[in-house]
Antibody, heavy 118, light 110 residues
Framework: EVKLLESGGGLVQPGGSLRLSCAAS????????MSWVRQGPGKGLEWVST????????YYADSEKGRFTISRDISNNTLYLQMNSLRAEDTAVYFC???????????WGQGTLVTVSS | QSVLTQPPSASGTPGQRVTISCSGS????????LYWYQQLPGSAPKLLIY???QRPSGVPDRFSGSKSGTSASLAISGLRSEDEADYYC???????????FGGGTKLTVL
């Protein structure tokens, strides 16, 4: 059974940093691309970033380029999102999702809430 | 403003058939697969349709997807109260090099 468990969310001040983690199990982690998708309060889904199975290729939405860094630890089956220079508009539930490059996702985690506020 | 366009709301009575549309462009729907997700209140999205018209195991055959050119649609037949949820379409976009979503359609079962 595929399981994705996010952690690391919380309250952070504007300009601050946060690192999200996603522990994956139930599938061969290195075979699949992994992504982060966020959903602001009362809003729709917004793709944030994707990393290839090997970790050699990364993709970012324009609004996150230069501020967010996606990475993965294949030995620990864990996906990360390092978020810097956080803004109020980054407040959202962040989901990790499994898929293949060039395609949307087949499994989602339950999400972790990030609140950027002073 | 979402890259893919969906109606913000849809509704139907129990037993009815409802369709939700999703329109895009040649760089996304026109050249890539279309997926549909169902999101119940307070829950994570769940895959409903993949590769345009395929249902994952466990998804009832009341749900069906189709794609033509740069548009797609999700059909729900035999509407049930538990189908009340938000529905999102998604596709890869070759120009943006990422996944794009529709703005979501809130389905109300009257």
């Amino acid at each position: 059974e595929v399981k994705l468990l996010e952690s690391g969310g919380g309250l952070v001040q504007p300009g601050g940093s946060l690192r999200l983690s996603c522990a994956a199990s139930g599938f061969t982690f290195s075979t699949y691309a992994m992504s982060w998708v966020r959903q602001g309060p009362g809003k729709g889904l917004e793709w944030v970033s994707t990393i290839s199975g090997s970790g050699s290729s990364t993709y970012y939405a324009d609004s996150e380029k230069g501020r967010f860094t996606i990475s993965r630890d294949i030995s620990n089956n864990t996906l990360y999102l390092q978020m810097n220079s956080l803004r109020a508009e980054d407040t959202a539930v962040y989901f990790c999702a499994k898929g293949r490059l060039g395609m949307p996702f087949d499994y989602w985690g339950q999400g972790t809430l990030v609140t950027v506020s002073s | 403003q979402s890259v893919l366009t969906q109606p913000p709301s849809a509704s139907g009575t129990p037993g009815q058939r409802v369709t939700i549309s999703c329109s895009g462009s040649s760089s996304n729907i026109g050249s890539n697969y279309l997926y549909w997700y169902q999101q119940l209140p307070g829950s994570a999205p769940k895959l409903l349709i993949y590769v345009n018209n395929q249902r994952p195991s466990g998804v009832p055959d009341r749900f069906s997807g189709s794609k033509s050119g740069t548009s797609a649609s999700l059909a729900i037949s035999g509407l049930r109260s538990e189908d009340e949820a938000d529905y999102y379409c998604a596709s890869w976009d070759d120009s943006l090099n990422g996944v794009v979503f529709g703005g979501g359609t809130k389905l109300t079962v009257l």
